[in-house]
């Protein structure tokens, strides 16, 4: 009997050792399979990249890749936990059926969930976002830097980053696309003339094109729209410049710049906000009293 029980754990020890050594091939397997998957959907990103004709079309294939990347991990780890549970003699059908009862019960609450891969699949198969883009989505805006099914990361202007569910996104305001323009309003005095001031602008801004550091940044000539508002505070006149994508606050900035000094050496009249000071009333003095 001794012996019986022997035998039977030596087999029962060869069996674990057979099931170790099967588990262990199944992940060495899948991590090479999940290392080959995102080797061949990088070389597809580069060569898609490499024939490209625009810089547009680089950016597609960069989160396009990064999705599939995700994808691709997410798949084989899936399959390489059924292989495992099969192994162990674990029956998974028991699990589906669970799943398929549960599945019913938690229906309602995964709807959010669902509403996003939908949501995201969308912006993924129209191209309205992008990893690299600087959008406007959900009240939150900033640099995309990564997106996923189910939602859009961005680091907005101070460093903070956000994260925007797919569902909860509705309309997509990007800055990133082809080109945009430099949207610039002066205020001058009611007293100063609106023509000499139109020219200097119009000046200042073919120099700023015309210099080295910016005639790649800015796609045509200043466009002056002239007087945008009229009040007891100033002209406001408006003026804009096509620029590529991205570039408008950089350009603006400059461009502004550029015109405060024109403004102050040809002494363009300002607006100049004025200070009243009302003095306080005098108290008034006290009744008189009855005589006593």
Known sequence: MEEHDKVVQWFNAVDWIQAGSRILAILAVSALLIFIARRLISGLEKFTASHAQDIEAQKRAATLSNVLRKLASILIAIIATLAVFNTLGISILPFLA???????????????????????????????????????????????????????????????????????????????????????????????????????????????????????????????????????????????????????????????????HAFDKADVQQPRSTVMLVSAPSAAPPPEGPPA
């Open 98 to 260: 669970t799943a398929g009862v549960a599945g019913i019960a938690i229906a309602f609450g995964a709807q959010s969930l669902v509403k996003d891969f939908f949501r995201g699949f969308f912006l993924l198969a129209e191209n309205q976002i992008r990893q690299g883009d600087v959008v406007q989505i959900a009240g939150k805006s900033g640099l995309v830097e990564d997106l996923t099914l189910r939602y859009v990361q961005l680091r907005d202007y101070e460093g903070n980053v956000h994260y925007v569910p797919n569902g909860e996104i509705g309309v997509v305001t990007s800055s990133s696309r082809s080109f945009a323009y430099a949207v610039v309003d002066v205020t001058i005095a009611l007293e100063q003339e609106i023509a000499p001031v139109i020219d200097l602008m119009r000046e200042t801004g073919a120099q700023l094109r015309a210099h080295a550091q910016f005639k790649d940044r800015i796609l045509d000539d200043i466009d002056i729209a002239g007087v945008e508002a009229w009040n007891d505070r100033g002209i406001t006149l408006r003026a804009r410049m096509k620029v590529r994508a991205l570039e408008q606050s950089n350009v603006k900035r400059e461009y502004l710049l550029r015109l405060k």
